[in-house]
Every structure is written in structure tokens, then in C-alpha cells.
């Protein structure tokens, strides 16, 4: 195998993992064949959480803010990556770790406090120490959830 082709595959590996990339991408789109690293999708993102990534590849960094849907990175990329017409910008949803605070019972709802799509909710039995569920159908994989919480307990990723 030549060099450039075990990159791309370890590169199509790591997409198979869990780095997030830009919202409305082509479904099946092999990327790191397709992006030429240019950067502009990350110049245009009004909350600059698009960050170079592995072999110089935009990836999303929800810790740093959240996607607001604007499409800038959309409409600044010169390449054809891109299908608008899609219903979801992405399958990413949020997953809640076992690092929860309330699993420690320490009260805490900074997530669903900064969720506007409502999607992480409580379910009360017997604790108010209750970690949130997501909501797949009503979770739009924003990352708004991700750098609120104060352990790290939150990660936004492809739903399979
Ligand atoms: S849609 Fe807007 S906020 Fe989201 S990644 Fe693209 S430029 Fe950034
Ligand atoms: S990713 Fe966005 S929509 Fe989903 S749970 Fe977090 S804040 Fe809510
Ligand atoms: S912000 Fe983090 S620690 Fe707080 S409830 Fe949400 S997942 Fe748990």
C-alpha cells in the first residue's frame, strides 16, 4: 500500500470513530478524499468551532461553542461536499457519560438549562440525582450541551 493510501485509510478510520464533521455533508460522502484543507469553512464559522484536525482535516470542537445552523462553512467552501437539502444538518447526538455529576449526588442541570431544543430530560424516581436522558428525535447535535457541563460528561457524536 503506498503512502498516501494507508494515510486515507487511517484517516477513514478515524472518521469511522468520533470526530464530527461539518453539518450537511453529502450522505456518503468520503471526505478526506474530497476537502482540500483549505481552511475557509473554518475562517467563516462565526463561533470558531471549527478547528484543523488530524492530517490538517476541519473537524468540530463543541467545546469551544456550539453550531448554530448558519451555514457560512457551507457557503464559503468552494467544494462540492455539500447537500442543503437534507431534513438534519447531521446525526450527531449528544451522549451523557457515567461522569455525570448527580451519579456523584451532586445537584446539577447546566445541560438541560442550556438546551434549547429541550432534548435532555430527568427522569425522577427516587433521588433528585437523576442524570438526563437525551432525546434522540429531539436532539439536533448543536454541542450547546457540551462545554456547559463542568466534568466533561458530555460528548455529541454519530448516532448509529
Ligand atoms: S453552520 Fe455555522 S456555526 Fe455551524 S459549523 Fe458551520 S459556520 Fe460554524
Ligand atoms: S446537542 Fe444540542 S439539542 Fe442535543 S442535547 Fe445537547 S444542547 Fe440539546
Ligand atoms: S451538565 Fe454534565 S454534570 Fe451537569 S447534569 Fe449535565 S451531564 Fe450531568
Redesign the pocket.
Known sequence: MSINLARRSLFRRKDQDNVVRLPWLKADLDFTDKCTRCGDCSKACPEQIIIVGDGGFPEIDFSVS?CNFCKECVNHCKEDLFDLTQAQAWD???AISISCLNNESVYCRS?AE????E??KFNFTSTTFVSPD?VLD?????????SVCPVNA?A?KLNR
Open positions: 456550539e450527531n447526538k449528544a445541560c442550556s438546551c434549547e431544543s432534548a435532555l437525551v429531539d436532539c439536533n447535535g448543536c454541542g450547546a450541551c457540551v458530555i455529541v
